[in-house]
Nanobody, 124 residues
């Protein structure tokens, strides 16, 4: 059983930056592809970014490409999401997710474990 704990959310202004972290425990972190998803007010959960087990492959939603960067540190059992040039439409609860032995998926289905989420609010 893997536990995922997100942190780093908060209230920022448009144009600001944030870095989210997701700390994993209870499993072999390097065996998991990791993803970030978000759910905005009144919206369905959507894919944001994903990264392969060794960090060699990354994928992004078109809406965040060029602004967000996903990375991981397997020695720290942590995946990060660096978010630059934030927009009000980025306001959401951000979730990290782990997919054992999987390729980094851009849909929620393949992910086995989810964190509780961290809230990001971007004011205009």
């Amino acid at each position: 059983q893997v536990q995922l704990v997100e942190s780093g959310g908060g209230l920022v202004q448009a144009g600001d930056s944030l870095r989210l972290s997701c700390a994993a425990s209870g499993g072999i972190f390097s065996n998991y592809a990791m993803g970030w998803f978000r759910q905005g007010p009144g919206k369905e959960r959507e894919f944001v970014a994903a990264i392969s087990t060794n960090g060699g492959r990354t994928y992004y939603a078109d809406s965040v490409k060029g602004r967000f960067t996903i990375s991981r540190d397997n020695s720290k059992n942590t995946v990060y999401l660096r978010m630059n040039s934030l927009k009000p439409e980025d306001t959401a609860v951000y979730y990290c997710a782990a997919d054992l032995w999987g390729s980094p998926a851009v849909v929620a289905g393949p992910y086995d474990y989810w964190g509780q989420g961290t809230r990001v609010t971007v004011s205009s």
